[in-house]
């Protein structure tokens, strides 16, 4: 009865590198969220996307961000060119029913992103 | 814009020493409010969800209850392993229907 795995859980990347975060919903759920949390900063949501399709982007940077949740395999986060600024927790969380409905989110434990 | 405020920052209290936290929220059209538990280094962990004013849930020694404007979480008779932070979040009708969470809650329980 796996719950929502992130991976890895830890991740220090340089300035200028790429980072990749990989998020597996639980099991029988096909929604994907990720949120993003600074120091001393409320969650902040990212993108919603179901298998294959991106449905709300809305809180994603415009530049250097990118998400993918395909036919098989983990939802991917990408930020390319790190900065400093991009060192957060990133947390992904999942739900079993239609985005547009009232759902309840299953968090994971998050990837905590050090830019040095 | 939907917006979710939480108080107080932070909390201090005696074990057994009851007491509430506060979560405020303007949505547009509230379709649920949750709240979450989030110890350091993890993830936040599932509490409750409330659906319309007036309903209250339980869970141990927290009790999780809604108005029309904000809820609140009380916590009974708490104990250390209380300590932790909690989050309130809301999904209402903008916004694209996404969660919006507060700041949250630092709540230590000394024994």
């Known amino acids: 009865n796996a719950g929502v795995m992130q991976n890895p859980r830890h991740l220090v990347r340089r300035r200028g590198q790429e980072a990749r975060l990989r998020c597996s919903p639980m099991?029988?759920?096909?929604?994907v969220y990720w949120y993003r949390q600074l120091p001393e900063e409320g969650l902040k949501f990212m993108v919603y996307?179901?298998?294959?399709?991106?449905?709300?982007e809305s809180g994603m940077p415009k530049e250097r961000f990118s998400a993918e949740f395909p036919k098989e395999g983990p939802s991917i986060l990408r930020i390319q060119q790190v900065v400093r600024g991009d060192s957060a927790a990133y947390f992904c969380?999942?739900?079993?029913?239609?985005?547009?409905?009232?759902?309840?989110?299953?968090f994971g434990p998050g990837t905590r992103l050090t830019v040095l | 814009e939907d917006q979710v405020t939480q108080s107080p920052e932070a909390l201090r209290l005696q074990e057994g020493e009851s007491s509430s936290l506060n979560c405020s929220y303007t949505?547009?059209?509230?379709?649920?409010l949750f709240w979450y538990r989030q110890d350091p280094g993890k993830g936040p962990e599932f509490l409750f969800t409330?659906?319309?004013a007036g309903e209250e849930k339980e869970k141990e020694r927290l009790k999780a209850t809604l108005t029309k404007k904000e809820s609140f979480l009380h916590i009974t008779a708490p104990k250390p392993e209380d300590s932790a932070t909690y989050l309130c979040?809301?999904?209402?009708?903008?916004?694209?229907?996404?969660?919006?969470f507060g700041p949250g809650t630092r709540l230590s329980v000394l024994p």
């Open positions: 996307l179901q298998k294959e399709n991106i449905i709300d």
């Open positions: 979040a809301v999904q209402g009708d903008d916004y694209g229907q996404n969660f919006v």
């Open positions: 099991k029988g759920h096909s929604h």
């Open positions: 949505v547009s059209g509230l379709r649920g």
């Open positions: 969380a999942s739900s079993p029913v239609k985005g547009t409905g009232v759902r309840t989110e299953f």
């Open positions: 409330l659906y319309s």
